[in-house]
């Protein structure tokens, strides 16, 4: 059983619940599915606008990946769709303005692919370290160069790491095992891991740091921001690695600071700009520079990582359709629910953010005479979410009152 919070409610039966999976999603996924007994459609490629318009009418739950475009076009079709799941971590394919608008919250994973960032760059760090990369191509050429020149153990060197959340933070942590140095920089204030020490400033984490290392987010502040300047800021003899998002390095000054030897090395797995396919033909002044690995944007691409993905967003949505929660949601007002009470009903309502919504469903209320025994509301700009569990007796008949009112978006009921 996926681990729900408790016994689930549900307003009908659990196997009329249609959920399509596209783009491959993990098989944990639809095993969570499975248990609920929802009705799983799950198929191994995306579908085009048209042909998804034509499949959604009937569905409650659409689980995508990043190929999918969910426009509002779609939405406008999607007259029983629940929820939406992105099993991945971006959610820019799906219009989430008007899914939100639509009363449809979208689930993603950010984070269960953490580790897998992590492991990689420690990974990157010693082989940056003692040149492998180098070595290894240059047997594989057939070419036999045995050098201890310029290579180094990374015990008691420091670690810098730009960012300081899920990814840096675990890094921060395991770097410490192999006996690194650990600070970090950024701009809220984080609780340090272990031994990890806060620097004030980046320029700062610059001069001091053997592995510089970029867990941002794409902002406008972290656009660029590491150039010349910072660079040159950097100790002669230190590595570079980024594998945040490919705008925050300025890629022709770090390919001139690698040429000119003040950097030692550099692990690049994120570029400005990244091709939509795999194949040959990819450019970038990076290539062929000395003790620079350069990836494919696979830091968080492991099978643990589509596993967890799956699971983490399955259990997002099924605690949805079950309870009710949004916590998570990308669009959406974010209400964690209790436990229902004996004898009550739970009422979900989605509905136009604008004055006097909740004062027009109190006095429903309190026309049937029902005792309202939870009620949580939640808005954001241009939806409010209500969470109400009410007397199961009058439930049906509020629920069918709040449906009713013109402000209404979405309402359910779980009996
Ligand atoms: P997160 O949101 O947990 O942490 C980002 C941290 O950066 C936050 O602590 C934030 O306060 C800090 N920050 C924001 N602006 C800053 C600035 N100007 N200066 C210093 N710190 C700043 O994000 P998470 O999960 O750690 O991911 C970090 C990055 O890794 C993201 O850009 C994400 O897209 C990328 N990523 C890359 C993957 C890959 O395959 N290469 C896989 C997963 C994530």
């Not at 659409?62 to 509002?72: D, E, N, Y």
């Not at 000395?290 to 099924?318: D, M, R, Y």
């Amino acid at each position: 059983m996926p681990n729900t919070p408790f016994p689930p409610p549900t307003s009908f039966p659990k196997t009329q619940i249609k959920v399509l999976l596209l783009e491959n999603v993990h098989a944990s996924a639809h095993e969570l599915f499975d248990a609920e007994g929802f009705q799983v459609e799950a198929l191994g490629h995306a579908l085009k606008d048209d042909e998804l318009a034509a499949k959604i009418e009937n569905v409650h739950v659409l689980g995508i990946r990043s190929k999918t475009q969910v426009r509002a076009p779609v939405l406008a079709k999607a007259k029983r769709l629940l929820s939406l799941g992105c099993f991945c971590i971006g959610t820019n394919q799906v219009e989430l303005d008007d899914a939100n608008r639509r009363g449809v919250p979208v689930f993603n994973a950010p984070f269960s692919n953490t580790r897998s960032v992590a492991e990689m760059i420690l990974a990157e760090i010693v082989v940056l370290s003692r040149q492998i990369g180098d070595r290894s191509r240059e047997v594989h050429e057939g070419v036999w160069k045995k050098t201890a020149a310029g290579c180094h153990e990374v015990r008691g060197k420091t670690l810098g790491l730009i960012g300081y959340g899920h990814i840096g933070r675990q890094l921060g942590v395991v770097a410490e095992s192999l006996g690194m140095r650990v600070v970090f920089y950024d701009i809220a204030t984080r609780l340090p891991m272990g031994n990890n020490r806060p620097v004030p400033a980046l320029g700062e984490l610059l001069e001091q740091s053997d592995f510089v290392s970029l867990h941002v987010p794409e902002t406008a502040a972290t656009k660029g921001m590491i150039g010349p300047e910072e660079l040159s800021r950097m100790k002669k003899g230190a590595h570079l690695l980024n594998a945040s998002r490919g705008t925050v390095v300025q890629i022709p000054a770090l390919a001139e600071a690698l040429k000119k030897k003040h950097l030692a090395g550099a692990a690049i797995d994120v570029f400005p700009e990244e091709p939509e396919e795999n194949g040959p033909g990819f450019a970038s002044e990076l290539r062929g520079v000395p003790n620079v690995l350069l990836t494919p944007h696979i830091g968080g691409s492991t099978l643990e990582a589509q596993e967890a993905i799956g699971k983490e967003v399955a259990v997002s949505l099924i605690r949805y359709v079950n309870t009710g929660a949004t916590t998570g949601a990308v669009n959406f007002p974010q209400v964690e629910v209790p436990a229902p009470k004996p004898r009550t009903h739970r009422i979900l309502n989605v509905h136009k953010n604008v004055p006097g919504v909740l004062r027009d469903i109190n006095r429903i209320v309190s026309e049937r005479n029902a005792n309202i025994e939870s009620q949580i509301l939640s808005t954001d700009n241009q939806i409010g979410y209500l969470m109400m569990d009410i007397a199961h007796d009058v439930a049906e008949d509020v629920r069918a009152d709040i449906a009713a009112l013109e402000t209404n978006i979405r309402t359910r009921i779980l009996y």
